[in-house]
C-alpha cells in the first residue's frame, strides 16, 4: 500500500487555498455591489420624498390653499374645514349672503364643487417639448396640473412635476424632457374653498 509524499500532500493542499480565498472575495464583492445599489434606489426615493413640501394641518399657518392639507381651507392666514368657515350651512338667497369662501348652493352657503377639467389634450412641440390643454371649470380659481414621465399621475405630492396656474390658464408647457420618454399629465381645479377631482391623463411619446 502506497503512501502519499507529504511534501507533495501539503503542495496539493496549498494550491486548493487560492481558488477558495478567490471565491470568498468574489461573494464579498457582490453584495458590496449589491448593497451600494440598494443604497442608491433608498437615496432617490427619500430625497424625492423630502423634496415636497409639508402642508399645514388645521390650525397651521397658510397663505394660498394649496399650503394646507388638501381637504382644508386657508381661511385669514390658517388653514380650516369648511365647516368651520363663519356661515356654513346657514340659509341663503344668493352668494352676497355667505362669506366670502363659500357660495349660496340650492339656498345653503356652501362650498361649490368643482368637476374635473375636461378635453385633456397633451402633444408634443419640439424637442424635450411637450404642451397640455384643458376646458375651463365654471367655479375655479386656477388649476393644478400635474405630470410624471412614464406613469400616469395620481395627484400628490409624489409626482415628478406638480405646477398651479392662475384661472386664465388653459394649458401649460413642459420642457427640457428626457428624450424618448413618455409623459403623462392630469389636471385638477381648485378655488377658495378647495381643490375639484383629477382630471383623466393625457400622454405623448418624446422622441
Known sequence: MST????????????????????????IIIILVVLL??????AYFIGRGSSSA??????????????????????T???????????????????????????????ICQCPSLSPPQGINVSGVG???????WTSVPGANGYIVYANVGSEPDGNSGDDQIFTLPIAATT???????????LYASVR???NCGEGNLSLSGNVFDP
Request: proline letters at 4%; a neutral charge; hydrophobic letters at 40%.
Open 4 to 27: 502519499l509524499n507529504p511534501a507533495v500532500s501539503n503542495l496539493q493542499r496549498g494550491n486548493a487555498s487560492p481558488k477558495k480565498s478567490n471565491a470568498v472575495w468574489i461573494i
Open 37 to 42: 445599489i440598494a443604497g442608491i434606489i433608498a
Open 54 to 75: 409639508v402642508k399645514s394641518i388645521v390650525g397651521g399657518k397658510c397663505t394660498v390653499n394649496a399650503d394646507c392639507e388638501t381637504t382644508l381651507l386657508c381661511a
Open 77 to 107: 392666514g390658517t388653514c380650516v374645514l369648511p365647516t368651520d368657515l363663519a356661515g356654513f350651512g346657514q340659509d341663503c338667497g344668493n352668494n352676497s349672503d355667505c362669506q366670502t369662501l363659500l357660495s349660496c348652493i340650492d339656498d
Open 127 to 133: 424637442l424635450g417639448s411637450i404642451k397640455i390643454y
Open 172 to 182: 401649460y408647457t413642459f420642457v427640457g424632457l428626457p428624450s424618448l420618454s413618455t
Open 189 to 191: 381645479a381648485f378655488n
